[in-house]
């Protein structure tokens, strides 16, 4: 039984107990039902530490906590690269990849130090979107609560809240004193929560031992880099607006067309650069200097990957999200959890594409490695547009936590495509602004809100948008209503000679006879041809008339169609009518769009004209038993 359950998780609870662990190493166990997260509360100096015992936080410094080491969680992943590591064999040791708020959770002895390390979502390399308190707080107790629940070891998580002087800037100061407070008391929805000082908490905290051979080849130039304590003057903290102002575009350059810097040499943009004064423009220049001459090409004032990455600092504490992300994208950021927020889609059936809208998509339908996820993002998104990289990236993730939180809000929808998402969110947001504002302008917490009020709006809440709005929205999102493939499976069988839609054919055969009703991929294979439609309002259109379609089909079973149906063919034919109808000299698609579905004059109405006068032109299967026929 020890050998095909080797860390005891299908041992009864007696059998647990008597085992006897060896602390030295990891010790697995099952989640008690009184699991309390321990947590220690890091000021970066000593003036924040101040500042925060006015309002009852007893908080500590890097500093105060010695001998024990506080690293950023990329030093543990050095660390993490020497184990298993062996020249001779070839062995390389761990990826290089981000450790999760689990393995932050543990205290770590290697060569003799004490290490507890923070969680990524602190570290300021990482994402941007740390950067917003709101974000932040919530990331914050969504890893609290994932530590609470997954823990498996056998001492207590110890969780490590870096407290920055930039979280008590602006507005947002109350949201983070609010989640400190609530720690401070005891919990939160369920999670015990213990406060305390890092060495009273150690005797009871779960301690990881890394053992490892360090090579030759590396020994010497091993050095590992822990927080230190922020030296600061004793003046109070600086708020968001006293801040310098972001400095916008000059108005006489804001409509230059950026494609003429191309046509420069470097010396030139080198010289044009330092005359620059806004955020934007010196970004663009560097990014440009950048691809042509690397990270590493020499400007008056620095390199050019560490000027474009002060500029990505700067903004990010003056809340200017659109040259944040302008900056993240040339960079090459990159969100440490796409991943797992795909393979979260993936696991509940969806595919995702990822792409801009209007262009070419990559469809992602089995789990990838980090590395190649963000390969795609930026080969399939960066050339049209410089910051739906990062805004794609944010927006996977939030699909991530949405699908598993609040899976209610994906039905009817098989294939995420996320810069459709984005085209919706940004065409729902002027429409509720009364504005053209790019939402790449909003905070990554503003973005979170757009995402969700687009997934759970419905035709109640849509009641003050146009038919033609409406059509945008659930085209954009790829919505279909219940048993819509069932439906079209049914359209098939009484279709000898297939469907053709968006230039794609569908033949009944061998479709008919290689899939059934609950087959995965005949649903696929109707979104693939519904993929190839480059306007979401006639995607939706689409939609509407194959359940047309299918419900005139149900409820004559003699009727079926003599030739190939075009969709596109039928929509045009549609269109006619609606024209002569409104005594049209043109064709206005988007006048059709915008009528209701339903009514003497609905798309409805004139789609069934045209589906009953095709079907009526074919064959009619007199074998059926009809109550009308006279024997």
Not at 542 to 558: A, D, F, G, Y
Request: aromatic share 8%; net charge neutral; charged share 25%.
């Amino acid at each position: 039984m020890d050998q095909l359950d080797p860390i005891g998780r299908y041992h009864s609870k007696a059998t647990v107990r008597k085992q006897k662990h060896n602390t030295r190493y990891s010790a697995f166990e099952g989640t008690p039902e009184d699991m309390t997260v321990q947590m220690v509360f890091i000021a970066e100096s000593k003036r924040l530490q101040a500042t925060l015992a006015t309002y009852g936080i007893v908080t500590q410094t890097p500093t105060q906590v010695e001998p024990i080491e506080i690293w950023p969680p990329s030093e543990l992943v050095k660390v993490y690269t020497l184990l298993g590591c062996n020249e001779k064999l070839g062995l390389t040791g761990r990826p290089l990849r981000p450790v999760g708020s689990l393995g932050t959770s543990k205290i770590y002895r290697f060569l003799g130090r004490t290490i507890l390390c923070y969680p990524l979502t602190f570290d300021r390399t990482d994402f941007y979107m740390s950067e917003d308190i709101s974000m932040l707080v919530d990331d914050i107790k969504s890893q609290v609560a994932i530590v609470r629940n997954s823990w498996k070891m056998s001492g207590r998580p110890t969780f490590c809240v870096l407290i920055r002087e930039d979280h008590f800037r602006g507005s947002h100061k109350p949201e983070m004193l609010d989640m400190l407070v609530m720690f401070k008391r005891g919990g939160y929805d369920g999670v015990r929560v213990r406060v305390d000082r890092l060495q009273t908490l150690l005797a009871s905290s779960f301690i990881e031992h890394l053992d490892c051979q360090v090579p030759l080849s590396i020994e010497s130039s091993l050095d590992f880099k822990p927080l230190q304590e922020l030296n600061v003057s004793q003046l109070p903290l600086k708020s968001e607006e006293t801040m310098e102002a972001p400095v916008e575009a000059e108005e006489e350059n804001q409509d230059w067309d950026t494609q003429e810097l191309d046509h420069k040499s470097t010396f030139e943009l080198d010289e044009e650069l330092e005359k620059k004064q806004s955020s934007y423009w010196q970004s663009t220049y560097l990014a440009l200097l950048m691809k042509r001459e690397g990270p590493n090409h020499m400007t008056r004032f620095g390199t050019v990957g560490s000027r474009l990455d002060t500029i990505y600092q700067k903004a990010g504490m003056q809340k200017d999200w659109y040259i944040v992300r302008l900056c993240a994208s040339h960079l090459r950021k990159v969100r440490d959890s796409l991943a797992p927020s795909i393979t979260s889609m993936l696991v509940r059936g969806k595919q995702v594409t990822i792409g801009v809208f209007g262009h070419d998509e990559a469809v992602i339908s089995k789990p990838l490695p980090p590395t190649e996820i963000a390969s795609i993002l930026y080969s399939k998104c960066l050339v049209n547009n410089v910051c739906e990289p990062v805004l794609q990236q944010e927006v996977i993730y939030l699909l991530g936590k949405l699908i598993t939180n609040k899976p209610h809000l994906f039905d009817g929808i098989l294939k995420i495509r996320v810069g459709w998402i984005v085209q919706a969110m940004q065409t729902e947001y002027a429409i509720v602004n009364g504005s053209s504002k790019n939402i790449y302008t909003l905070s990554p917490s503003q973005i979170k809100d757009e995402l969700h009020n687009i997934l759970s709006a419905n035709m109640l809440n849509l009641r003050n948008r146009t038919w033609l709005q409406r059509r945008k929205l659930n085209g954009a999102l790829n919505r279909t209503p219940p048993n819509f493939y069932d439906r079209v499976l049914d359209i098939l069988a009484r279709t000898p000679k297939g469907i053709t839609m968006a230039g794609s054919h569908l033949p009944q055969q061998p479709t008919l006879s290689d899939m059934t009703i609950t087959d995965l991929n005949f649903a696929l294979r109707i979104e693939e041809m519904l993929s190839r439609i480059k306007h979401p309002e006639y995607r939706q259109i689409i939609v509407e008339l194959l359940t047309v379609i299918s419900t005139i089909l149900k409820r004559n079973p003699e009727l079926e169609f003599s030739e190939k149906v075009d969709m596109d063919a039928i929509i045009n034919d549609a269109l006619n009518e609606f024209q002569k109808d409104q005594q049209a000299s043109e064709s206005k698609p988007e006048a059709f769009y915008n009528t209701p579905t339903l009514g003497v004059n609905g798309t409805t109405s004139y789609m069934s004209k045209v589906v009953v006068k095709v079907l009526l032109n074919g064959c009619i299967d007199s074998h059926q038993s009809d109550p009308c026929t006279v024997s």
